[in-house]
């Protein structure tokens, strides 16, 4: 039997340790932007939100986040990001989608990726 479930939305928590510069980076991403309190931010893009919260003692070797994001076209992303820090352009995959990636100063990843032509 089938159960029925509200619908459930996933909001990633990244760790950061400089709220002002994650919002700015976040910004220069086009995601729009707000805060809860001093330590508390959010960082929202075509229906995903990101919440960064500031993370005391933060190593982005060990306590880093990371989260996909399924776009319509991933190049069109890579282009829009370009011009931002750490993000890589897309590659074909094997299993179907076109993928590229994005770094945050804090070692936070976001991948990114569209079904390939044959694929969708």
């Known amino acids: 039997m089938a159960h029925e479930h509200p619908q459930v939305r996933v ?60 776009v319509p076209d991933a190049d069109a992303l890579a282009a829009r990001w370009a011009d931002v820090e750490r993000t890589t352009a897309p590659i074909d995959t094997d299993y179907g989608l076109r ?10 990843l976001l991948r990114f990726g569209s079904p390939l032509p044959s694929h969708g």
């Open 11 to 70: 909001s990633p928590i990244f760790p950061v340790t400089d709220l002002p510069r994650a919002l700015d980076h976040y910004a220069a991403l086009g995601c729009a932007v707000s805060t809860h309190d001093e330590g508390y931010g959010f960082a929202a893009l075509a229906g995903v939100e990101l919440h960064l919260v500031v993370t005391e003692g933060h190593d982005p070797l060990r306590t880093a986040a990371a989260a996909y994001l399924h």
């Open 99 to 108: 993928e590229g990636a994005h770094i945050d100063p804090d070692g936070n």
